[in-house]
């Protein structure tokens, strides 16, 4: 048994609104929160007590969406080009080239960060600049939005992308003013590469996974969301939840119409399981918003196009109803207002067809109006967006969007003043710092790359962005019940912070650290 005393406990939990102590068990379950006096007469001789000496005590963090497992390639095997490291193209040219130096000739290089409208270029990496990394390695660089991916000429030439390449429904392979293609895929052209990249093994994956939770575990983050998995991710997933591995609790949304082509996967297995939970699915609905491929009704600024519809109606209403009929959850990608008219809309279908009390989730909402949100509300969807968006992509939304388009931009004040549920979360690698106390500063203070506010009357307070990093992420999952509040008989994942984060000024919330990780009761990082 574990009992924590001494500092300041925000349960998540109305019934426990000045709890001064917890018990946790040898399950790995809260035993018993509440007064100093009742907690210790619940305790046995012997229990260890940890003092939190003025510290908070808070429910593990959970980021409701997060890509697991692309996080753990970028901190085990591929080139890592943000801005931090790669601050030019020139710069992304040498990380390419360091390290084909260290592989043989004919193995692909992968990699992923920049962000065209934080280069000093103002413009996409070409296949001739990455040709000049190598002309005998395969290369692919994503965008660090994870919608766009560039390719040098000997990776284009296996994928057979020539200038007779026609556009895949959903994607554009990007030309230049001759035809030919300037190795820049979007979308579902993404595909037409990743298809012919070779998978990483499952031990190389697992260990990817493995260096990702560690990462995860020091930000307090002991829940997670990995919404974009394929058959061969499940298996890996599924086999590392049976041999004991993970070490972070995660909820996995297999993808059903991978990139590249009209290939829809099979619903998956369902398994729930202490550590891993499958039973909900994953669409794309349209693009990113800070590259402007998210489907708009008006033109972006820059690029004058309105961006990406990845599906025609009745083709995701049929493979939505699919799913929704076998009594699977749906988490689908849908940004832009565009988009957000076409899956709303056939959210409202399948429950009319069928009033099955499923909610389903829409990831990112980035995009919607006072007519989308009360539409969401009365289909109970949960909103699943990221505030960590404008401090590290703000810049770009600048860039692109149309300036009717800035003060609906991520609106979580209004999605709560809604009724909806929100879940905040990060979508790393698509941003390079996942802190939720990054998140919920963003969510609070609302401020892009150069300190000024988008959308500011959008903003909420810091206990509003607390509870939905955490308990928002637990109904999202569907796991209320078990985690996200410090509550008797759910499990004792925590995190004790430095300081209290409604308490620290907005301005000074970064300087509030995670001190100790715990999950299922048991120490698994300490600062």
């Given at each position: 048994?574990?009992?924590?005393?001494?500092?300041?406990?925000?349960?998540?939990?109305?019934?426990?609104?000045?709890?001064?102590?917890?018990?946790?068990?040898?399950?790995?379950?809260?035993?018993?929160?509440?007064?100093?006096?009742?907690?210790?007469?619940?305790?046995?001789?012997?229990?260890?007590?940890?003092?939190?000496?003025?510290?908070?005590?808070?429910?593990?963090?959970?980021?409701?969406?997060?890509?697991?497992?692309?996080?753990?390639?970028?901190?085990?095997?591929?080139?890592?080009?943000?801005?931090?490291?790669?601050?030019?193209?020139?710069?992304?040219?040498?990380?390419?080239?360091?390290?084909?130096?260290?592989?043989?000739?004919?193995?692909?290089?992968?990699?992923?960060?920049?962000?065209?409208?934080?280069?000093?270029?103002?413009?996409?990496?070409?296949?001739?600049?990455?040709?000049?990394?190598?002309?005998?390695?395969?290369?692919?660089?994503?965008?660090?939005?994870?919608?766009?991916?560039?390719?040098?000429?000997?990776?284009?030439?296996?994928?057979?992308?020539?200038?007779?390449?026609?556009?895949?429904?959903?994607?554009?392979?990007?030309?230049?003013?001759?035809?030919?293609?300037?190795?820049?895929?979007?979308?579902?052209?993404?595909?037409?590469?990743?298809?012919?990249?070779?998978?990483?093994?499952?031990?190389?994956?697992?260990?990817?996974?493995?260096?990702?939770?560690?990462?995860?575990?020091?930000?307090?983050?002991?829940?997670?969301?990995?919404?974009?998995?394929?058959?061969?991710?499940?298996?890996?997933?599924?086999?590392?939840?049976?041999?004991?591995?993970?070490?972070?609790?995660?909820?996995?949304?297999?993808?059903?119409?991978?990139?590249?082509?009209?290939?829809?996967?099979?619903?998956?297995?369902?398994?729930?399981?202490?550590?891993?939970?499958?039973?909900?699915?994953?669409?794309?609905?349209?693009?990113?918003?800070?590259?402007?491929?998210?489907?708009?009704?008006?033109?972006?600024?820059?690029?004058?196009?309105?961006?990406?519809?990845?599906?025609?109606?009745?083709?995701?209403?049929?493979?939505?109803?699919?799913?929704?009929?076998?009594?699977?959850?749906?988490?689908?990608?849908?940004?832009?207002?565009?988009?957000?008219?076409?899956?709303?809309?056939?959210?409202?279908?399948?429950?009319?067809?069928?009033?099955?009390?499923?909610?389903?989730?829409?990831?990112?909402?980035?995009?919607?109006?006072?007519?989308?949100?009360?539409?969401?509300?009365?289909?109970?969807?949960?909103?699943?967006?990221?505030?960590?968006?404008?401090?590290?992509?703000?810049?770009?939304?600048?860039?692109?969007?149309?300036?009717?388009?800035?003060?609906?931009?991520?609106?979580?004040?209004?999605?709560?003043?809604?009724?909806?549920?929100v879940a905040l979360s990060s979508d790393a690698p698509v941003v390079p710092d996942d802190d939720p106390i990054l998140?919920?500063?963003?969510?609070?203070?609302?401020?892009?790359?150069?300190?000024?506010?988008?959308?500011?009357?959008?903003?909420?307070?810091?206990?509003?962005?607390?509870?939905?990093?955490?308990?928002?992420?637990?109904?999202?999952?569907?796991?209320?019940?078990?985690?996200?509040?410090?509550?008797?008989?759910?499990?004792?994942?925590?995190?004790?912070?430095?300081?209290?984060?409604?308490?620290?000024?907005?301005?000074?919330?970064?300087?509030?650290?995670?001190?100790?990780?715990?999950?299922?009761?048991?120490?698994?990082?300490?600062?």
């Amino acid at each position: 048994m574990l009992l924590f005393h001494n500092g300041t406990l925000h349960t998540m939990d109305a019934r426990y609104p000045n709890a001064e102590a917890l018990l946790c068990g040898d399950d790995g379950r809260i035993l018993a929160v509440g007064a100093l006096a009742e907690v210790e007469a619940a305790a046995r001789p012997g229990t260890r007590r940890v003092d939190l000496a003025g510290r908070t005590l808070i429910p593990g963090f959970n980021d409701a969406h997060v890509h697991i497992w692309k996080l753990g390639l970028l901190l085990t095997r591929q080139v890592v080009a943000n801005k931090a490291t790669a601050p030019d193209i020139a710069s992304i040219i040498a990380r390419f080239r360091d390290k084909a130096v260290t592989l043989p000739a004919g193995t692909w290089i992968t990699g992923r960060g920049y962000n065209e409208a934080e280069l000093p270029e103002k413009r996409h990496p070409t296949r001739a600049d990455l040709d000049a990394a190598s002309s005998s390695h395969p290369i692919a660089l994503t965008r660090t939005c994870g919608h766009m991916i560039v390719a040098n000429s000997l990776a284009l030439r296996l994928a057979g992308i020539t200038r007779d390449t026609a556009n895949p429904p959903g994607g554009v392979v990007v030309r230049d003013e001759h035809g030919e293609p300037t190795g820049l895929l979007q979308e579902t052209a993404m595909g037409l590469i990743s298809k012919v990249i070779p998978e990483p093994s499952d031990d190389e994956l697992a260990d990817a996974i493995r260096a990702a939770n560690r990462h995860q575990l020091s930000l307090g983050i002991t829940s997670a969301t990995d919404p974009l998995l394929t058959p061969f991710h499940l298996r890996v997933y599924g086999a590392m939840d049976a041999r004991g591995e993970l070490a972070v609790r995660v909820n996995g949304l297999p993808i059903r119409r991978p990139d590249g082509g009209a290939e829809t996967l099979p619903l998956p297995e369902r398994h729930v399981s202490d550590w891993l939970r499958i039973d909900c699915v994953k669409f794309f609905g349209d693009g990113g918003l800070s590259g402007a491929t998210a489907a708009i009704s008006q033109p972006y600024k820059v690029t004058g196009e309105r961006g990406v519809l990845r599906f025609e109606t009745d083709d995701l209403t049929n493979l939505m109803w699919e799913a929704h009929a076998a009594g699977f959850r749906i988490g689908t990608h849908a940004i832009g207002d565009v988009t957000l008219d076409q899956v709303i809309g056939v959210y409202e279908e399948l429950h009319r067809r069928l009033p099955n009390g499923l909610r389903h989730r829409i990831e990112h909402l980035g995009l919607p109006d006072a007519e989308h949100l009360r539409r969401c509300r009365a289909l109970n969807v949960i909103a699943v967006p990221q505030t960590v968006f404008l401090p590290a992509l703000g810049a770009s939304f600048r860039r692109y969007l149309p300036d009717a388009f800035v003060p609906r931009c991520y609106p979580v004040r209004a999605m709560l003043d809604a009724g909806l549920t929100v879940a905040l979360s990060s979508d790393a690698p698509v941003v390079p710092d996942d802190d939720p106390i990054l998140g919920i500063k963003a969510a609070v203070d609302r401020l892009d790359p150069f300190g000024e506010p988008i959308a500011p009357e959008q903003t909420i307070s810091a206990a509003e962005a607390l509870y939905a990093y955490i308990m928002g992420g637990a109904i999202a999952s569907g796991d209320a019940d078990n985690r996200g509040s410090l509550t008797p008989g759910k499990w004792a994942d925590l995190a004790v912070l430095s300081g209290d984060p409604l308490r620290t000024p907005t301005a000074d919330l970064l300087s509030v650290r995670v001190d100790q990780t715990y999950v299922g009761g048991t120490l698994v990082h300490e600062r």
